[in-house]
């Protein structure tokens, strides 16, 4: 499985992709990812599972851009306002 996530911290949101989202969330959280080294409490807030390479790193890169971005925010802000 390939692995799109959406991981969230006090200084903000970052989008990835991984094959191993547990290994990756614990590098997140000890410094190991050049962005998302300023924070120490990371917490995966969305993630989506792909059984292809090449369509997990497009949704990544969709949700990195603009339209992909605001389409990611509203389903997050829903998530949220549901719970």
């Given at each position: 499985?390939?692995?799109v996530y959406?991981?969230?911290s006090?200084k903000?949101?970052?989008?990835?992709?991984?094959?191993?989202?547990k290994?990756?969330?614990?590098?997140?959280n000890?410094?190991?990812?050049l962005?998302?080294?300023r924070s120490?409490d990371?917490?995966?807030?969305?993630?989506?599972?792909?059984?292809?390479?090449?369509d997990?790193?497009?949704?990544?890169?969709?949700?990195k851009?603009?339209?992909?971005?605001?389409s990611?925010?509203?389903m997050?802000?829903e998530?949220?306002n549901?719970e």
């Amino acid at each position: 499985m390939f692995y799109v996530y959406v991981v969230r911290s006090d200084k903000g949101l970052y989008i990835g992709f991984t094959k191993d989202l547990k290994k990756r969330l614990s590098e997140h959280n000890a410094g190991k990812g050049l962005y998302t080294r300023r924070s120490r409490d990371w917490k995966v807030i969305y993630y989506e599972a792909h059984t292809n390479e090449i369509d997990a790193r497009r949704r990544e890169h969709y949700f990195k851009s603009s339209y992909g971005g605001i389409s990611l925010k509203r389903m997050i802000r829903e998530a949220l306002n549901e719970e």
